[in-house]
């Protein structure tokens, strides 16, 4: 059974950090697209950032660029986020995400991953 467990949100004050982890389990392919996708309130859910984890290639929204930093850690499937430079835009319910093979394009489209996990809330106050 595939399992996706987010852990790491909470309230920040603007220009604070964060950070996310997602631990995978039930896979029978380690080799996945990865990442982080978010969702505001009365948004839709964007893309955050994407690994795959066959390689470690990257894929950043434009919005996080410079501010946040994916990584995995294969021995325990587990992905991270690392947030800095917190901004109230920021704020939104992050959701760990799960494509099975190579992140293809475009991969900020959420109707193409398989698995999501439940969720974190991250608050950023001005």
């Known amino acids: 059974q595939v399992q996706l467990v987010e852990s790491g949100g ?3 004050q603007a220009g604070g950090s964060l950070r996310l982890s997602c631990v995978a389990s039930g896979f029978t392919n380690s080799r996945n697209c990865m990442g982080w996708f978010r969702q505001a ?3 839709e ?6 690994t795959y984890t066959g390689a470690r290639t990257r894929y ?7 501010r946040f ?15 800095s430079s917190l901004k109230p835009e920021d704020t939104a319910m992050y959701y ?15 109707d ?5 996990g439940q969720g974190t809330q991250v ?3 001005s």
């Open 69 to 83: 930093t994916i990584s995995q850690e294969n021995a325990k499937n587990t992905v991270y986020l690392q947030m």
């Open 123 to 125: 608050t950023v106050s």
């Open 60 to 66: 950043y929204a434009d919005s996080v660029k410079g």
């Open 96 to 110: 760990c995400a799960v494509r099975s093979g190579y992140c293809g394009f475009p991969w900020g489209s959420a």
């Open 10 to 12: 909470g309230s920040v």
């Open 41 to 43: 309130p009365g948004k």
């Open 45 to 50: 859910r964007e893309g955050v950032a994407i």
């Open 112 to 116: 193409k991953y398989n698995y999501w």
